[in-house]
Structure formats: structure tokens, C-alpha cells
């Protein structure tokens, strides 16, 4: 269930990637009629108007935005070898909690370099918070599966050689 759920938000942040101006006009005319801090609203209107003005004038901007959407469904995908075979692929689900742990000095160190307010690092920073937290869960539950006793038992293995011979 926790790896589901790491794929399922793998899966949904690659695919909301692909339609950012919809999306962009979308939570901004939300934000003009619901109560919202004002300097969300703004930084929000800003990044909306980037949009539409890269997205007029030179649309093909935008196709970065597209290869990281496809990125995350790509990662989405790696995470199937654990779900397969949650032992021999625990390196998958490590790697995973070293990108999430990575985000964290990516949001602060290009956060301010972009102009992105500070306020919105903690945003970015929840991702590999929040996405490090079922990774952590899975790895336990794999660490305990392989030390799991195996259904194998000596007196079984004895039976299964005589039967052989």
C-alpha cells in the first residue's frame, strides 16, 4: 500500500506537470474568489503571467516542463521492481530516499537563485518530506521480510532430498 501510494504521487506530480497554464489560470481564478494570503495570490498571478507570456512567445519552453513530467513517470516505473521483487530491488527503494532527502538542498540553494519566495521552499521541501516518509515504511517492511524465516524447514528439505534420491 505505501509503495502504491509513492507511485500513485510519482504518477500525479508527472502528469499535473504537462498542463501548467490550465493549471496555473485554474488555481489562480480559485485563489481571486476564496480567501487566500495575499502574497500567494500575487507570487500565484506572477507565476501565471510567466507562463502565459513563455507559453505565447516562446512555447517551446515548455518542453522542459515536459521531459520532467515524463521523468517522474519514468521514476514511477523504477519503483515496480520493488513492488515485483521487494528484496533483490531494495536498492530502488534507497535511492528513492536519497532523492527525497536530496530535495532539500535543491529547494534552497535554486529556490532563492529562481527568485521563488521564501515561504514557497517549504512547499517544495514537504515533497521529499512527505515522499520519504512511505519509502522509510517500505524499506522497513522489506528489511523484515528478508529476515523473515523462510517456509523451508530442515525436516522439509530432508523429505524433499530423499524424495530425489
Same mark, same amino acid.
Given at each position: 500500500?505505501? $509503495? @502504491?501510494?509513492?507511485?500513485?504521487? $510519482?504518477?500525479?506530480?508527472?502528469?499535473?506537470?504537462?498542463?501548467?497554464?490550465?493549471?496555473?489560470?485554474?488555481?489562480?481564478?480559485?485563489?481571486?474568489?476564496?480567501? @487566500?494570503?495575499?502574497?500567494?495570490?500575487?507570487? $500565484?498571478?506572477?507565476?501565471?503571467? +510567466?507562463?502565459?507570456?513563455?507559453?505565447?512567445?516562446?512555447?517551446?519552453? @515548455?518542453?522542459?516542463?515536459?521531459?520532467?513530467?515524463?521523468?517522474?513517470?519514468?521514476?514511477?516505473?523504477?519503483?515496480? +521492481?520493488?513492488?515485483?521483487?521487494?528484496?533483490?530491488?531494495?536498492?530502488?527503494?534507497?535511492? +528513492?530516499?536519497?532523492?527525497?532527502?536530496?530535495?532539500?538542498?535543491? @529547494?534552497?540553494?535554486? +529556490?532563492?537563485?529562481?527568485?521563488?519566495?521564501?515561504?514557497?521552499?517549504?512547499?517544495?521541501?514537504?515533497?521529499?518530506?512527505?515522499?520519504?516518509?512511505?519509502?522509510?515504511?517500505?524499506?522497513?517492511?522489506?528489511?523484515? $521480510?528478508?529476515?523473515?524465516?523462510?517456509?523451508?524447514?530442515?525436516?522439509?528439505?530432508?523429505?524433499?532430498?530423499?524424495?530425489?534420491?
Amino acid at each position: 500500500m505505501w $509503495l @502504491a501510494i509513492f507511485i500513485i504521487g $510519482l504518477v500525479l506530480s508527472g502528469a499535473t506537470a504537462f498542463p501548467l497554464v490550465s493549471e496555473v489560470r485554474l488555481l489562480t481564478f480559485v485563489l481571486h474568489h476564496a480567501p @487566500a494570503p495575499d502574497a500567494l495570490v500575487v507570487f $500565484l498571478d506572477r507565476v501565471r503571467e +510567466g507562463l502565459l507570456t513563455t507559453d505565447t512567445n516562446y512555447p517551446f519552453i @515548455a518542453y522542459g516542463t515536459d521531459w520532467l513530467a515524463f521523468a517522474h513517470l519514468v521514476i514511477a516505473v523504477a519503483f515496480v +521492481g520493488p513492488w515485483r521483487d521487494p528484496i533483490r530491488n531494495i536498492w530502488v527503494i534507497e535511492w +528513492g530516499m536519497i532523492c527525497c532527502v536530496g530535495i532539500v538542498p535543491l @529547494a534552497l540553494i535554486a +529556490g532563492p537563485i529562481r527568485q521563488l519566495p521564501w515561504w514557497w521552499l517549504p512547499i517544495d521541501i514537504s515533497f521529499g518530506v512527505f515522499g520519504i516518509i512511505p519509502l522509510i515504511i517500505v524499506h522497513r517492511l522489506i528489511k523484515r $521480510l528478508d529476515s523473515a524465516p523462510t517456509a523451508h524447514s530442515p525436516i522439509a528439505d530432508r523429505h524433499t532430498v530423499d524424495d530425489h534420491a
